[in-house]
């Protein structure tokens, strides 16, 4: 028995690993039918063989899924509504930001509801009752922005009132003050809302 650790495998790194989307292994399975063998998979998406074993396990699964892109995982217990929603959603978040607007957590909350009732009141027999389902609560938001891979949502409105005229205005005559008072890069810091100890 010896005291010695086994090197590591080549192309296996170890570690906490990014999420694997839906859109990835679905081209994991789609490679896989074209005749490329596991092994070089796992090489190629720097995963362990057992990993993409895995995968091409729930192909049926994957294959029949028409999810979101950036969509990493699967909740069994999701209706498909939701998944609609979320689908619009992300694709309205994505105009906005094109547009150059901010989003906060609190507009996009709000859409999402709007998105559900617009969707219930166009499903035959729905009632008033199940509009009222849908929360679009801080927890759902949270659980959204890991299952869609967002980082760009405000969650504050702070920026969304700032003014930006203002803003540019002032850094040519913020520069000017730096350079008339001789201060280093390093002594130019922002303290918005920050104690200064």
């Not at 049926?60 to 028409?66: A, H, I, N, P, S």
């Not at 999810?67 to 978040?93: H, I």
């Amino acid at each position: 028995m010896s005291s010695k650790k086994q090197p590591a495998k080549a192309g296996v790194c170890k570690g906490k690993k990014e999420a694997i989307t839906v859109e990835v292994k679905k081209e994991i399975i789609a490679k896989h039918e074209r005749g490329i063998r596991v092994v070089d998979l796992a090489r190629e998406y720097g995963r362990a063989p057992s990993t993409i074993s895995t995968i091409l396990k729930g192909k049926d699964k994957y294959k029949t899924l028409d999810m979101a892109k950036g969509v990493s995982k699967l909740t069994s217990k999701r209706p498909k509504l939701l998944e609609d929603v979320e689908r619009l959603l992300l694709v309205w978040m994505n105009e906005r930001q094109l547009h150059g607007d901010c989003v906060s957590e609190a507009i996009v909350c709000a859409k999402a509801r709007m998105l559900y009732v617009d969707l219930i009141r166009k499903i035959p027999g729905a009632s008033s009752e199940d509009e009222e389902v849908f929360r679009a609560s801080r927890g759902w938001f949270e659980n959204f922005k890991k299952r869609s891979g967002i980082h760009s949502v405000v969650r504050h409105g702070e920026a969304a009132s700032s003014d930006k005229g203002a803003a540019e205005a002032f850094v040519p005559e913020f520069q000017k003050f730096v350079d008339q008072e001789q201060f280093l890069p390093q002594q130019v810091f922002n303290c918005d809302e920050t104690g200064l100890f």
